[in-house]
């Protein structure tokens, strides 16, 4: 499979459900390492993953997985793993059996499918929990399992969707961790969470959407960087803010100074000339400046700006 | 005078290994946040402050209360939003923590009134009116935390509140938790795999691991570590590492950034992050300098301080002490 | 003039509210009768009992008119009344039963379900609240459907007597009001104990409506079978069909007053099936026991249910 | 020892935690199974699930009870005074309540939940995002139904003969497991489509069986042939009918006379087929059911939402 077919490809795509509109003309391709997919609830995600997985037809649009359509075309599935977001549980049978009897199906011979379900579920951490029924397990063991079944065939495409969720800190920096490896490994995998907080520490590509639309791709400095609309907010920490106030006030960057605990708050239209000004201030060592720090960069600002 | 106090509490279910263990700790009033791995014994030490669990060897005082004898008077002044998705059958929002406030012991016209304020009050709006199964996570969540306090508790424990919501709804709950606990003094005990927000609202936090108690914190505790400093620079980045070094600075690390490039039309320059360890007091000046003369702008400085999941996770792999 | 808080307010009323168990069970009968299927049963019960009412009545001016012109008996309407009052409980006695399962299935089993109970549990009841309130709440709904009717029609036929004799009939023929009572508490101690005892065994709601009604309406064979078996297994049998007791509890006094021959040739099961007949019918001390039993499970199991901590922070 | 304040920590690195990650080593894979292969893993799973040690045990358990019951309440009915033999009370028994009652039952039960118990666990996510076509997976699963429901059905049946020990003739143990096998398949076949297609399958299983195998079949005339159980009795009583009639004077009596249906002796009977129309009858309906099974199931979105 040539590397330019290598992920996954949304062309336009339209869902709707009887009339609600699920996704409404989305195009967005996704390649080799960690993209982040996020969006307030009802925006389409668990749609979009469905599309992907084949498991719905888009009513407009074409999907391309690995650069095939995945609706009703099982070989495309060789290749893709997915963690869903609700339990999905055999109550009857051990977590090893139904983990074999899943990975035989992606078409391995019964002993290494007996062998690769054995190390998937070592690798999430419930070795010694094998033997047990998945209906005993408590929510973060049935996480866990829930990762394994789709690690176990080692796909090129990886969806998961919430793959932290009800795991303890522990486990979810193992789990960030075998997500940033997968990614660099140069696989395909697509993260769907609502905590931007570990979305941003497994992927620097987001992908943003609202009411079944694309708002937003990109890395989130990227993003940041195209919302010039919203002024960036910069935290000045000092032990002097009135004296500092005033040399701020005269930068022409500056907009608003706000005295808050610990320093100044400035919002700023032009960043470059703005931090440029600071350094200098700071060299010149006429008002003491302990700290510098933009305050609505990350992630969490970004989602907030674009979903208001 | 703390809220909870504990003094050698061991709980152990049939001849399982004791889910507590001689647990001694104190809870201070605010919010607390209380961490603890799978399985270290959060869910057994918040159903004997409950008084749900009679059986088990300590003392266990609650609001001046003994958790074992007078267990219904505990329970009337504390409220408790469970993880588990609860909803009841067949039952509007009102009707429901109406009903939820009737068992505290309130007359059902009172539990009525609460029940429209507190479900306003954590913004149902219209939602009141229909059944809660068909409520979305969210609104179901503020659900739980209309009937935790509905009766006005002086002490609530809140299990994941923030599980499965969207940014937007994490942030409204989360004021309306932080509004509780400053404005209204309520005491929170805060359990919660996801650290980041238990360190944007606790005050304190208490560790659990394998039954024992390992440890408390106090979150302004979280002092920087002296001279260790992370810093931004924006624009031509070669040479700036090596500047750093001959200014005395060491350098500990540095982040994978962004290289320069010209999409848009706009020119965006380079950026990149190092975290450095810089001797002396005007540390931060001395690296504005070094900025400066390396033609490169300083888009964020500031001193590294340690977050609640790095102490955490150390706290965990300390050997165990007994 | 002042701007009042606008956010959270504490609550200074007082926690003296009604009683846990009261709530409890106000809020179970609230419930059921919120619910098509029950308030369905209400009205088709309402509508048989105006139907046998009528029908009484037409017999009334029939027999005053016969009485008039023959100066003949009033007694063979009478002796009626009880007959009627049984055809009626027999007919809606399918009501009944499917009216018990409907309520009482959900009784616990909706609070294991949706983990209503960790809610109610942190709050300061007591698990004999909890079991209170709910049991309460069969009794009081079966109320309409097995007790009212036949008092009513009861009163009914006292009052349709000539004026000055209702009292003296009412008096007289008190047997059959406490047939009726008697016919309401058997079936209230068992449909309440049998439903509490499977609610309180399983969250599934179908599960419980579906073993509920199989017990209920398979009652029938456990009699047959019991009628071929012999010795105290078979009496046990017999009296497991739980709505044939509490019919069997409300004609068994008419029936030994019948069955001296008192009665004379009354019209009630022939003399040639009686010896038969007889057989089929359980022990009426056996048919309390099964009472006694079913409740105190019911019972006792829900008081467990609500003792059990399923708080699972 | 509990200590208080927790001593300061070291440069922040990556933290290893207790269970380590070995991400490159990761077993062969292969392409896409062939269906069949596909086909045997699910059934295989379907019947593991089935088959299970306690749900076997209860199963036989309820199999062989009923067969005894039945049994033993022919037996009761042949003692009474004018009643016809033995024998014909089991010939009309199997009939009455196990072609008509019993083994649909049986196939409600067993084969009906066995696909649409993937979608309420919504295990059936796993399936669709693996290497094996939906068509595979409906068939599968179905068969994993269908057998165990034969099997249990047999049992039924041989167990009333069984009990009864009234002598019948041999041809019984050969067309009872036929007729338990067909019942399992034709109705099995409805109730595993109805439960792919509606969310609540078992409602939709009941309303069907009161619908076409209680009021159709019980109609007078030509329309009974629409039902499946027309089918059914046609190959029960032209397999047995000749072997019991020998043997009991009450069947020859009802066979001579017109042959009246055993539910509702109003209804003037309408002749049974042959046994080999009946059996084609039975295979195309199944067939045709089948085929709207997989169609629905290769078309649909799965949206799998609660």
Request: with cysteine.
């Amino acid at each position: 499979m040539s590397a330019a077919q290598a992920g996954i490809v949304l062309d336009r795509i339209s869902k709707w459900y009887g009339e609600v509109m699920a996704l409404n003309e989305v195009s967005a391709e996704f390649g080799p390492g960690v993209t982040g997919l996020l969006g307030p609830n009802g925006a389409g995600k668990s749609t979009l993953i469905k599309l992907i997985c084949g498991m719905l037809q888009p009513n407009l649009g074409q999907v391309l997985v690995n650069g095939k359509t995945p609706f009703n075309r099982p070989s495309v599935m060789t290749r893709v793993g997915l963690c869903p977001e609700q339990d999905a549980l055999y109550p009857q049978t051990s977590a090893w059996n139904a983990l074999t009897y899943l990975t035989r199906l992606q078409g391995f011979s019964a002993r290494d499918a007996r062998m690769g379900a054995r190390r998937a579920l070592e690798r999430v951490g419930l070795e010694n929990d094998l033997g047990r029924s998945v209906a005993g397990y408590s929510k973060g063991m049935r996480q866990r399992f829930k990762l394994a079944q789709a690690l176990a065939h080692d796909p090129d495409v990886i969806i998961l969707d919430e793959p932290l969720n009800g795991l303890d800190p522990p486990g979810r920096r193992t789990f960030s961790e075998l997500i940033r490896a997968l990614g660099a490994e140069g696989k395909c995998l697509l993260v769907s969470s609502h905590i931007l907080h570990e979305v941003e520490s497994v992927a620097r590509r987001i992908v943003v959407l609202n009411f079944g639309r694309v708002l937003a791709d990109g890395t989130s400095r990227e993003l940041r960087r195209e919302l010039p609309e919203f002024p960036l907010t910069v935290r000045l920490t000092t032990s002097e803010p009135a004296e500092l106030a005033r040399h701020i006030v005269a930068i022409d960057g500056a907009r608003r100074v706000e005295h808050v605990d610990g320093g100044l708050e400035v919002l700023t239209h032009h960043p470059a000339e703005f931090f440029d000004a600071v350094s200098e201030l700071a060299t010149s060592g006429t008002v003491p400046i302990e700290a510098v720090t933009p305050m609505d960069e990350d992630l969490e600002a970004v989602f907030r700006y674009l979903t208001q | 005078m703390s809220i909870v106090s504990i003094q050698n509490l061991t709980k152990a279910y049939g001849s399982r290994p004791p889910a507590l263990r001689d647990v001694s700790l104190e809870i201070e009033p605010g919010v607390t946040g209380l961490l603890g791995p799978n399985g270290a014994g959060k869910s057994t030490l918040l159903q004997c402050v409950l008084g749900l669990l009679p059986d088990f060897d300590g003392e266990v005082r609650v609001l001046g209360l003994d958790a074992r004898r007078q267990r219904r008077e505990v329970r009337r002044r504390v409220g408790f939003m469970p993880e588990t998705d609860t909803y009841l059958y067949e039952m509007t929002g009102i009707r429901a923590v109406r009903l939820l406030g009737q068992l505290t012991g309130m007359p059902r016209n009172e539990a009525l009134r609460r029940a429209h304020e507190l479900l306003h009050h954590v913004g149902l709006g219209e939602a009141v009116y229909r059944d809660v199964k068909e409520y979305s996570t969210g609104m179901r969540q503020r659900f739980k935390l209309a009937q935790a306090m509905v009766h006005d508790p002086e002490l609530v424990f809140l299990d994941e509140p923030l599980a499965g919501l969207d940014p937007k709804a994490r942030d409204e709950l989360l004021k309306l938790i932080k509004d509780l606990a400053v404005e209204h003094g309520k005491h929170v005990i805060w359990s919660s795999h996801i650290l980041p927000d238990v360190q944007k609202v606790a005050d304190s936090v208490v560790v659990l691991h394998h039954g024992r108690f390992r440890g408390r914190f106090h979150l302004e505790d979280l002092a920087p570590r002296v001279g260790r400093f992370h810093i931004e620079a924006e624009g031509d980045l070669e040479h700036f590492e090596s500047a750093l070094e001959a200014g005395g600075v060491t350098v500990i690390g540095a982040d994978e950034g962004e290289g320069p490039e010209t999409g848009g039309g706009t020119l965006v320059e380079a950026r990149r992050g190092w975290t450095v360890d810089v001797a002396g007091d005007d540390a931060a000046r001395k690296l504005f300098a070094i900025a400066r003369e390396s033609g490169v702008r300083v888009r964020s400085l500031g001193q590294v301080a340690e977050d609640l999941e790095d102490i955490f996770l150390r706290i965990l792999r300390d050997p165990e002490s007994d | 003039m002042a701007v009042y808080a606008r956010g959270y307010r504490t609550y200074d009323g007082d926690f003296r509210g009604p009683p846990v168990a009261w709530t409890i069970f106000r809020e179970g009968v609230a419930q059921a009768l919120r619910r098509k299927g029950f308030r369905w049963i209400l009205n088709i019960t309402a509508f048989i009992l105006l139907a046998t009412a009528g029908m009484i009545y037409i017999q009334v001016i029939v027999e005053k008119q016969a009485q008039r012109l023959t100066g003949g008996m009033v007694r063979a309407q009478l002796m009626e009344l009880d007959q009627i009052i049984h055809g009626f409980h027999a007919t809606t006695m399918f009501l009944v039963s499917l009216g018990a399962v409907l309520v009482g299935s959900g009784l616990v089993a909706d609070d294991l379900r949706t983990r209503a109970l960790s809610l109610f549990l942190v709050r300061p009841i007591r698990p004999v609240d909890y079991m209170l309130g709910k049991a309460l709440v069969l009794p009081a709904l079966l109320i309409p459907l097995a007790l009212l009717p036949g008092l009513v029609l009861w009163l009914l036929v006292g009052l349709w007597q000539p004026p000055g004799e209702t009292w003296t009939f009412l008096q007289e023929h008190s047997d059959i009001a406490w047939n009726v009572t008697r016919f309401y508490l058997v079936g209230a101690a068992q449909l309440t104990g049998l439903l509490l005892l499977l609610s309180s065994r399983t969250p599934r709601r179908g599960l419980v409506i579906g073993l509920s009604a199989a017990i209920l309406f398979g009652g029938p064979v456990l009699r047959a079978i019991g009628r071929l078996v012999l010795g105290p297994i078979g009496t046990l049998l017999k009296s497991l069909d739980l709505p044939n007791n509490m019919l069997w509890s409300f004609t068994r006094d008419r029936r030994e007053w019948q069955f001296e021959g008192q009665g004379g040739g009354g019209r009630w099961g022939g003399t040639t099936g009686e010896e038969r007949w007889l057989q089929w019918q359980p022990d009426p001390t056996v048919i309390y026991i099964v009472c006694f039993v079913l409740l105190a499970a019911g019972l006792y199991f829900t008081w467990r249910r609500a003792r059990s901590v399923e708080v699972d922070a | 020892m509990s200590h208080d304040v927790i001593p300061p920590a070291d440069a922040k690195q990556p933290v290893e935690a207790d269970r380590p990650i070995d991400v490159a080593s990761h077993a062969p894979r292969r392409g896409m199974r062939a269906p069949l292969a596909g086909f045997l893993i699910v059934m295989g799973q379907g019947l593991r699930e089935a088959l299970q040690p306690k749900r076997l045990i209860v199963s036989i358990a309820i199999m062989v009870g009923l067969g005894a019951a039945i049994a033993f309440g022919a037996r009761a009915e042949a003692d009474r005074p004018f009643r016809r033999d033995l024998l014909f009370q089991i010939w009309e028994g199997i009939d009455l309540w196990v072609l008509q009652i019993l083994l649909p039952l049986v196939a409600l039960i067993l084969v009906g939940p066995v696909y649409s118990r993937e979608l309420r666990q919504r295990t059936m996510v796993y399936h669709l995002v693996r290497p094996v076509s939906r068509t595979t997976v409906f068939l599968a699963r179905f068969v994993s139904g269908v057998l165990p429901a034969a099997v249990f059905g047999t049992l039924l049946c041989l167990s009333i003969i069984a009990f009864a020990d009234a002598g019948a003739p041999p041809e019984v143990w050969t067309a009872l497991p036929l007729l338990a096998f067909f019942a399992a398949l034709v109705l099995g076949a409805i109730y595993c489509t109805l439960g792919a297609i509606f969310k609540r399958g078992l409602i939709a299983g009941l309303l069907y069986t009161f619908m076409m195998e209680v009021i159709v079949a019980g109609l007078p005339g030509n329309i009974q042939t629409l039902s499946v159980r027309f089918h059914l009795r046609s190959l029960y009583h032209g397999l047995v009918d000749p072997a019991f009639a020998e043997r009991s004077e009450g069947v020859r009596s009802r066979i001579d006379g017109t042959m009246q249906s055993a539910s509702n002796p109003l209804v003037e009977a309408v002749p049974f087929d042959p046994p080999q129309t009946a059996v084609m009858m039975l295979l195309g309906i199944a067939l045709a059911i089948l085929i709207i099974g997989v169609t629905h199931v290769r078309s649909r979105d799965f949206a799998l939402k609660d």
